[in-house]
T-cell receptor
Framework: DGGITQSPKYLFRKEGQNVTLSCEQNLNHDAMYWYRQDPGQGLRLIYYSQIVNDFQKGDIAEGYSVSREKKESFPLTVTSAQKNPTAFYLC????????????FGDGTRLSIL | QKEVEQDPGPLSVPEGAIVSLNCTYSNSAFQYFMWYRQYSRKGPELLMYTYSSGNKEDGRFTAQVDKSSKYISLFIRDSQPSDSATYLCAMTRSGNTPLVFGKGTRLSVIA
């Protein structure tokens, strides 16, 4: 079955620590996205990538970094510079960034110890 | 004014009711409209995808777009307890631009 796999489902971070969230897709989609979801805030775009080795900042990129070395993979690193990282993180993909609906993984919940 | 406004609810209805979920938007350039359903602790799943104005039906779900009023709706007929979820609207204009999401409406269908 084609889909988007996010891991781990739950992640805990200590103060001052960087953590990396995994996102893998086997839909052969060119575009991939990372969102943050907080209660009452809806989905906020962190980063997106239209093609391998290229990515753009979204609305809330500060404190986050990404890479896109392979078409199937778009990992997100939450750095120690992100002062309020506790949230539900969603990865999505689409055939392109032009007018296409996005398909989502089941998210990673990040909490601070 | 936010680009997309969506009443957060919660909305509680009895089983079998017709549910109406709505979003308003301010950017007249939006042409592509989507509705997603999100169960608790899961990712959103695409329910409906429409272009420009008009209606689209899929089973118990009908999506309606009124571009003149900048208003979109999702109707759910014969609602079921399994429809209990958060519903998110999303939209974009033509070209290489990311989706803009509403904040979601939480729906509970009571048996």
């Amino acid at each position: 079955d084609g889909g988007i796999t996010q891991s781990p489902k739950y992640l805990f971070r200590k103060e001052g620590q960087n953590v990396t969230l995994s996102c893998e897709q086997n839909l052969n989609h060119d575009a991939m996205y990372w969102y943050r979801q907080d209660p009452g805030q809806g989905l906020r775009l962190i980063y997106y990538s239209q093609i391998v080795n290229d990515f753009q900042k979204g609305d809330i990129a500060e404190g986050y970094s990404v890479s896109r070395e392979k078409k199937e993979s778009f990992p997100l690193t939450v750095t120690s510079a992100q002062k309020n990282p506790t949230a539900f993180y969603l990865c999505a993909s689409s055939t392109s960034t032009v007018n296409q609906p996005q398909h989502f993984g089941d998210g990673t919940r990040l909490s601070i110890l | 004014q936010k680009e997309v406004e969506q009443d957060p609810g919660p909305l509680s209805v009895p089983e079998g009711a017709i549910v109406s979920l709505n979003c308003t938007y301010s950017n007249s350039a939006f042409q592509y409209f989507m509705w997603y359903r999100q169960y608790s602790r899961k990712g959103p799943e695409l329910l409906m995808y429409t272009y420009s104005s008009g209606n689209k039906e899929d089973g118990r779900f009908t999506a309606q777009v009124d571009k003149s009023s900048k208003y979109i709706s999702l109707f759910i007929r014969d609602s079921q307890p399994s429809d209990s979820a958060t519903y998110l609207c999303a939209m974009t204009r033509s070209g290489n631009t990311p989706l803009v999401f509403g904040k979601g409406t939480r729906l509970s269908v009571i048996a």
